[in-house]
């Protein structure tokens, strides 16, 4: 079972260049769910969505865009990359189960230089 | 806005013996789920245990079992018997029930490490 699947694993990037994070999932899951994990700290909700064509701010927004035009895919776009979006970024889902659990990718380390 | 507290950064325990993660949170809602996600060094976040507030009884998972504290809004995990692969990452987090935007709260985890 493939569950959430998240690309590129490792990435480094210039400040001031722009990517794209990849995160899709099989298990027909509304909610979709981009977390960033400092070194030593814990995670922080980025951007969130509830269905596709919705999508809303998390705690951490600023420097990043998403969409969600399938439910399967949620893609998080980081533009102007600078080095304080050097990060682990997780990709997480949920669905309409009354367990509360969330279903995580294996994570992409990214780092701005 | 939801606050998850863990007070321990770091703990060690021998192996084969319980230790206790501790975590305080901070909500004004009456019903939510509690949850314990470990994070081995591989970085793969794993549900160790859940609990739903309104569930008086405390959650048990093989040698993981939990100590909820509503009234205090505390939620510590015990690990019995601990192994070597039990070393990880642990994270405490909260959620509001289904049927809100259901977004997790961390709080900045205790880093476990059991020895020899």
């Known amino acids: 079972n493939a569950g959430v699947t998240q690309t590129p694993k490792f990435r480094i990037l210039k400040i001031g260049q722009s990517m794209t994070l990849q995160c899709t999932q099989d298990m027909n899951h509304n909610y979709m769910y981009w977390y960033r994990q400092d070194p030593g700290m814990g995670l922080k909700l980025i951007y969130y969505s509830v269905g596709a064509g919705i999508t809303d701010k998390g705690e951490v927004p600023n420097g990043y865009n998403v969409s969600r035009s399938t439910t399967e895919d949620f893609p998080l776009r980081l533009e102007l990359a600078a080095p304080s979006q050097t990060s682990v970024y997780f990709c997480a889902s949920k669905g309409t189960s009354n367990t509360g659990e969330l279903f995580f990718g294996e994570g992409s380390r990214l780092t701005v230089l | 806005a939801q606050t998850v507290t863990q007070s321990q950064p770091e703990m060690s325990v021998q192996e084969a013996e319980t230790v206790t993660l501790s975590c305080t949170y901070d909500t004004s809602e009456s019903n939510y789920y509690l949850f314990w996600y470990k994070q081995p060094p591989s970085r793969q976040m794993i549900l160790v245990i859940r609990?739903?507030?309104?569930?008086?009884q405390n959650a048990t998972e093989n040698r993981f079992s939990v100590n909820f504290q509503k009234a205090a809004k505390s939620f510590s995990l015990k690990i019995s018997d601990s192994q070597l692969g039990d070393t990880a990452m642990y994270f405490c987090?909260?959620?509001?029930?289904?049927?809100?935007?259901?977004?997790?709260?961390f709080g900045t985890g205790t880093r476990l490490q059991v020895t020899l």
């Open positions: 987090a909260f959620m509001k029930p289904p049927g809100t935007a259901s977004k997790l709260t």
């Open positions: 609990q739903e507030a309104y569930k008086q």
